[in-house]
Nanobody, 127 residues
Framework: VQLQAFGGGLVQAGGSRRLSCTAS?????????MGWFRQAPGKEREFVAA???????YYADSVKGRFTISRDNGKNTVYLEMNSLKPEDTAVYYC?????????????????????WGQGTQVTVSS
């Protein structure tokens, strides 16, 4: 499974941005749990949002109400719609796939839950 993320760039505080992540290769995308993580300079990679195979969504408290994760199984793509962006949202954003047969529990926040990762896309929010 290969994951490729798109949509990063420079945006002003208060603005919006949509990230996309498309899976290719031997994939059963509709059976995967998908997640978005981010990593700012000098910080550890942190959970942002996740969506289960049944489209249940989960969010970090820091983005709840501002970010929306969704998926289009027909396009093998997961999206992250980001609104009301803040300078502290500046980071490299990574998409990830959890391909095991077990459903998400509270473990969706951990990087170890995911076994495929995209290359990352930089989002910079200017104040």
């Amino acid at each position: 499974v290969q994951l490729q993320a798109f949509g990063g760039g420079l945006v002003q505080a208060g603005g919006s941005r949509r990230l996309s992540c498309t899976a290719s290769g031997r994939t059963s995308f509709s059976t995967y749990g998908m997640g978005w993580f981010r990593q700012a300079p000098g910080k550890e990679r942190e959970f942002v949002a996740a969506i289960s195979r049944s489209s249940i969504t989960y969010y970090a408290d820091s983005v709840k109400g501002r970010f929306t994760i969704s998926r289009d199984n027909g396009k093998n793509t997961v999206y992250l719609e980001m609104n009301s962006l803040k300078p502290e949202d500046t980071a490299v954003y990574y998409c990830a796939a959890a391909t095991s047969a077990t459903s998400f529990r509270s473990d969706y926040v951990y990087t170890r839950r995911y076994n495929y990762w995209g290359q990352g896309t930089q989002v910079t929010v200017s104040s």
